[in-house]
């Protein structure tokens, strides 16, 4: 359960979200909206990464201004850039990485590695370099490197606009089969069944909001 | 992984500790440094054979030696004018060794090893206000930057000699260095996602 | 507008600067007529650590190149690396690195926010040559049994083209600074 009260970002002069008030608490959101229109903003105010300039954003009961370190533990993020993410040599030690940060004893690291290389069928990976992982390989690392923390709340912001259609596709399907609130911003809005809800942003403003088919529905046909 | 100087071997000078070998070329830079052509006569002994029982052939220390060789003539030859033709001899005899050594075991030792051996020197250092395991964090993170700014570098002399201008240097490393510091950014934010905490 | 990952952005920005130096090691040399030496784009990456990212972090950018160096990756320019560059007489040179940064990186702070060429440029030599000589000849007298004078001329055949690569940084910082306003010395 996510609740934004009357939230504004600012960027020195630039007002990137304004008058934003509402309750997240479907399984599935999309967010959807042109370039610039606030989505970034919008995704990062939910794991406390950025933190409003006027009013309040609080996550399972905590405020992301006050408990940002806390939030971030109960939130997991994917972003856009399947570069950014990994950090480490190879996918194991990238997994255990974030654990550790955690502060998750040793001996408790590889099984939950394991665990959740196994529930993305992506247990094959375990042992191969970062770098030399396709885009699409990579992404679902990351998405492993989220999950792996096991969050209460997964927010991705366009996880798939660097992927060809059919990797794309792919991460959403996956994306579908979790067991968490999944909270996305996204382009490939023709990749979001299954969602219940969609808010459409615009020039820092909530324009649309309500059932995802009738929201896209009508964004697609404004951009026509 | 990026390539190290580091040549695959499985000699009993591989085999050696990390830190026995930092040990032993410490140890011998002092005796190189102080002693005289006796001692340069010892430690060049030891290092030949140690250098042929590991079985890595001439070419680590060529590489090592070869940027060299314009400096360490003119020394030679500054010293043969300042003093004589065997202290000028002994002299880059001394370097030429130093070099060796240092060579050797760079040459037996692999990066992960130094890197162990590191983490455990810098332990203690803690109470002084180094933190070894941020030290080796933020090695590692280096490590997996250089490939990508070699990427990075490539792509955008790439994209100036489309542009006619492959001759400036400032056009070759001003979108390296914004795009290096963006990628860089991102990482923090991923980073900070993932729940590190910087010291 | 405050954002969490800006405490994180510094400690990556060093990772980052050490990455950086070893790609300009990479650079193609800048063709420059008269001079034998060739001059190689990593010191240029000692004066911009220091001028973009001020003292502490320039020095630590530099320490951790020279760290990767130790470790055995050929990261200098010419494909050296290794302990043994640390061993030849010009290593005070390439110690000599985290110092410059942080001496270059102390005067940046200062005229930050009142940046122009010029006062970019001082700063880059500063560091990237008061500081690299005042290791470099020295050390190059004491390993090689010169006097201070002697190591000095034998050290000018750098100067030239050390001056163009202030030059260079003190452009280079101007334009950064303004196309990336995030970053602050």
Known sequence: MIALDNVKVRYGVRVALTGVSTTLSERRIAIIG??????????????????????????????????????????????????????????????????????????????????????????????????????????????????????????????????????????????????????????????????????????????????????????????? | MMRAVYTPGDSSVHRVSAAAKLAFLAATAVAVAAGGPNALVVVAVIVAAAWVRAGIGARPLFQSLRPMAAILIAIFLAQVWLRDVPGAALLVAKLAVLVAVAALVSATTKVSDMLETLERVLAPLRRVGVNAEHVAFLTVLAIRFVPALFRIGAEVREAQRARGLERSPVAAIVPMLIRALREGDDVAEALAARGWAPR | ?????????????????????????????????????????????????????????????????????????PLLAGGRGGLSVFAGPSAGFLIAYPFAAAATGWASRRVWTTYAFWRGFACALLGGVVVVYAFGIPWLATVGGLTLAQAAIGSAVFLPGDLVKAILAAVIAGIVRRGYPALQP
């Open chain 1, 34 to 224: 042109d370039n610039g229109s606030g989505k970034s903003t919008f995704a990062r105010l939910l794991n406390g990464l950025i933190i409003p300039t006027v009013g309040r954003v609080s996550v399972l009961g905590l405020d992301t201004a006050r408990d940002g370190a806390q939030v971030r533990r109960r939130v997991g993020f994917v972003f856009q850039n399947p570069e950014s993410q990994l950090v480490m040599p190879t996918v194991a030690e990238d997994l255990a990485f974030g654990l550790k940060a955690h502060g998750v004893p040793a001996g408790e690291r590889a099984a939950r590695v394991e665990a959740t290389l196994q529930q993305l069928g992506a247990s094959a990976l375990r042992d191969r370099a970062c770098a030399e992982l396709s885009g699409g390989e990579k992404q679902l690392v990351a998405l492993a490197g989220a999950l792996v923390l096991a969050p209460d709340i997964l927010i991705c912001d366009e996880p798939t606009a660097m992927l060809d259609l059919r990797r794309a596709r792919t991460f959403m399907k996956v994306l579908a089969g979790l067991p968490q609130q999944v909270i996305v911003v996204t382009h490939h809005v023709d990749l979001l069944a299954g969602f219940e809800r969609a808010i459409l942003l615009a020039e820092g403003r909530v324009v649309e909001d309500g059932g995802a088919a009738d929201v896209i529905a009508r964004y697609v046909a404004a951009s026509a």
């Open chain 3, 1 to 73: 507008m405050r954002a969490a990952s800006d405490t994180f952005r510094g400690p990556v920005r060093v990772a980052v600067f050490a990455a950086m130096v070893a790609a300009l090691g990479v650079l193609p040399p800048i063709p420059l007529p008269v001079i034998p030496v060739p001059i190689t784009a990593q010191t240029l990456g000692v004066m911009l650590a220091g001028l973009l990212l001020g003292p502490r972090r320039g020095a630590e950018a530099l320490a951790l190149f020279l760290l990767l160096v130790a470790l055995g990756f």
